[in-house]
């Protein structure tokens, strides 16, 4: 049997045969999620929903990217990865991330956000938004200011019985363009590229929260749109649960995984329990200015 | 328009889940998938509709609960109650 690699990430713990340098690693533990490569079938038995590149049955769920991997996610929480000829280790760890842990996040009912977390006296700000919107920047400019960063672009939300709505700790790293990093007067030089097609680099941070989650008091969706300057408004009702389903990572794969009631709930949960703010930007913004801006809203 | 006549009974889609945030209600149709916000009218309505109950008797209860006259109210639910029925979020029954 080969070597596992022991991980933690937004409240999972994970043995993995393969080496995730984008998560916490930790020592060896009785782990949820196991992840390894082995045998794949190319069709699932008994479907019940059929989508492009992916298959659903009651147990498990199915992701094929032709000529990086095919995963099979099953209810055990065990993720297995048949690797195509050829395909390169970095693509393979790209979809695992992002869609296969996206399943596995949602069949476990942890509700994935697409936000920024900041940890702001001890309580979670989230800064949510869709690519492009500013999250990671802002992250980057809160973390200059001396604020610790949980997470990058994903944010995984639960509702503990006793603290209620609660973030994990996901990411190791922030993912970001070229160009934010040059804003910040960063260069590119020693840092990994995504992928090589793209100029997006990943920026190590370190943490050091506790027990690796902080109860939510605050959540942000950061919006682009055609304004002079930045504004923000309170988000409540309905205009709050269309920003957190818009805003939850791949909510159309928790819609087909039969998690709309559950995920309709958990926003309700966190609907009144938190305080949240639309923020609209206009598309050429100082960074800087809206890192200040955020920041001034999240200490009111 | 037009449609509803006083005698027309109107009943909840049982396939609707609710939440109430504030003096909002959320509510999500589990078919459609879709969510929809009430404000406190509608609010008032979906949950006088808890049992089945005729457009007019619905409208009277509105007047008296808002202060307005019953023709007023009927003005002013009737495109409602049409955009409700026609989302599937309320089953209209005519007698």
Known sequence: MPALYYFYSNGLRIASEIFLPEL????????????????VPERLNNIIAEYPLRQISATEFLFDIK???????????????????GAEEDAVRIYLLSTVFAALLHKNDLLPLHASTVNIDGTAALI??????????????LLKKGYEILNDDISTIDIDPEKGPIVFSGYTHLK??????????????NLRQLRRDIKKYSFPIERKIPDNNLPIKTIIFLQVKQVDQISHKPASGIALFDGLRKNTFRHRLAKELGKSETYFNKYARLASAINSFTVLRPEHCDPELLADYIEQILLT | MGVLKSETIL??????????????????????????????????????LEK??????????????????????????EPFIEELTKEKILKVRIQ
């Open chain 1, 24 to 39: 916490q690693e930790i020592s060896e533990t009785d782990a949820a999620v196991t992840i390894k490569y082995g045998k």
């Open chain 2, 52 to 77: 089945p109950l005729s457009f007019g008797d619905l409208c009277a209860n509105v007047a008296a609960e808002f202060n307005l006259t019953e023709r007023q109210c009927k003005e002013d639910v």
């Open chain 1, 176 to 189: 970001l363009w070229e160009k934010s990093l040059n804003d910040y007067n960063h260069t590119t030089e």
């Open chain 1, 67 to 85: 000529g990086t991997a095919r995963y099979c996610v099953g209810n055990n929480n065990e993720v297995i990865i048949h690797k195509y000829e």
């Open chain 2, 11 to 48: 009943s909840r889609n049982e396939r609707i889940l609710t939440n109430e945030i504030g003096t909002e209600t959320v509510m999500m149709s589990i078919d459609e998938g879709r969510y929809y916000g009430l404000n406190k009218t509608g609010n008032y309505i979906w949950r006088i």
């Open chain 1, 128 to 141: 949510a938004g869709a690519s492009g919107a500013g999250k990671s920047t802002t992250a980057l400019g």
